[in-house]
């Protein structure tokens, strides 16, 4: 008989010093792991948003400079996102396909200044409608297949700019193929697709439709096409189809509340997944340090250490920056 299997259990071997925790650990976070969201405007100065307090709207000019500042810090990415002004906004949203809109001429600036640096857009119609719907609103529906045409243009507008990476946002059916098979027609046969493959209609999003001017009006919801947040094993159809179209990523929004989706996916999933850590979660770890009540960094650095742990292999989060130099020390 083994006496050994008799001897106390003793767990906190592995906790008892820095180094031996160091040995032990099964999850760590590196720079690369972040992408970081990114508001730009048409303006020529920075504003600070102030529905999200410590993140910026960015002149053309800032965002170079700040994009200079992620790569340096070893952030892997910027996914982009324009308040449009009010002016340009349409019940069409025919901005989103402008090839000499705020949104290409970002790209170009990034692509230009700091090469290293991978940029993702964001393909969907809610800034750019009168609506603030992500698609097209006809006879007071959102329609699906005219609005993947319209997707479409916009990513290969995108794609022409110097897009590494389009992220279609809109949950409309069947647009990851249409958009595969129109950049692929192009010659943009390497440019990815992150796909929000499991996108929640959810009470989170407050701050960065703000952030946007992009709530959507006349008091109709997007429940019609973004995932019922009850809802778990239709995330996998998701999956499925995403990329079986061709996704090479795929997406779930928003994170924290979804740590058993990104696990699920995670398991099942043959491409990466990633989450969104999006501003109401943000914003929540902003308001508590403020009032005094947790300590912000290290609520923050927790927050996206519970994400990776839950399978996702990158996270955009308003963090990014913040977190990849605490990582550096």
């Known amino acids: 008989m083994n006496d050994a299997l008799h001897l106390p259990q003793r767990p906190r071997r592995n906790r008892v010093s820095a180094a031996i925790r160091s040995m032990a650990r099964e999850t760590i976070l590196h720079p690369g792991d972040f992408i970081q969201p990114v508001f730009v405007h048409d303006g020529t100065t920075d504003e600070p948003v102030d529905s999200m307090p410590g993140q910026q709207r960015w002149s053309l000019d800032g965002l170079v400079t700040f994009a ?3 790569a340096d810090a070893g952030v892997s990415g910027i996914d982009l996102f324009g308040r449009i002004p009010s002016h340009l906004k349409t019940p069409m949203g025919e901005e ?3 090839p000499d809109g705020l949104i290409p001429q970002a790209i170009a600036a990034v692509k230009a200044a700091v090469p290293e640096l991978a940029v993702m857009t964001d393909v969907a119609l809610d800034p750019y409608t009168t609506t603030g719907q992500d698609g097209l609103v006809i006879g007071g529906e959102v329609v699906n297949d005219p609005t993947v045409a ?5 990513a ?3 794609a022409r700019a110097g897009a590494d990476l389009i992220g279609p946002s809109d949950m409309m059916d069947g647009r990851v193929g249409e958009i595969r098979s129109a950049l692929d027609a192009e010659g943009f046969t390497n440019v990815g697709i992150m796909s929000y493959t499991a996108k929640y209609a959810s009470a989170y999003y407050g701050p960065f439709r703000g952030a946007l001017d992009s ?3 006349g008091g109709m919801g997007k429940e019609t096409y973004q995932m019922d947040p009850a809802n778990s094993r239709e995330a ?3 999956l499925d189809l995403d990329v079986a179209e061709g996704a090479d990523m795929v997406m779930v929004k928003p994170a924290g509340p979804c740590l058993d989706i990104i696990a699920r996916l995670a398991d099942y999933s043959p491409v ?3 989450a969104y850590q999006v501003s109401g979660e943000y914003l929540m770890i902003e308001a508590a340090a403020q009032s005094g009540w947790i300590d912000r960094d290290a609520v923050m650095m927790e927050s996206l250490l519970g994400i990776k742990r839950a399978g996702a292999s990158a996270i955009l989060t308003y963090y990014a920056l ?3 130099r605490r990582l550096q020390g």
Do not use: F, K, M, S
Request: glycine share 0%; no cysteine; aromatic share 0%.
């Open 150 to 154: 319209v997707l479409v243009q916009q």
């Open 236 to 238: 996998l159809r998701e």
């Open 272 to 274: 990466p997944v990633t």
């Open 215 to 217: 709530a959507p009006a």
């Open 68 to 70: 200079r500042t992620l």
């Open 322 to 324: 913040d977190a990849a």
């Open 96 to 98: 989103a396909t402008n």
């Open 156 to 158: 290969l507008t995108h």
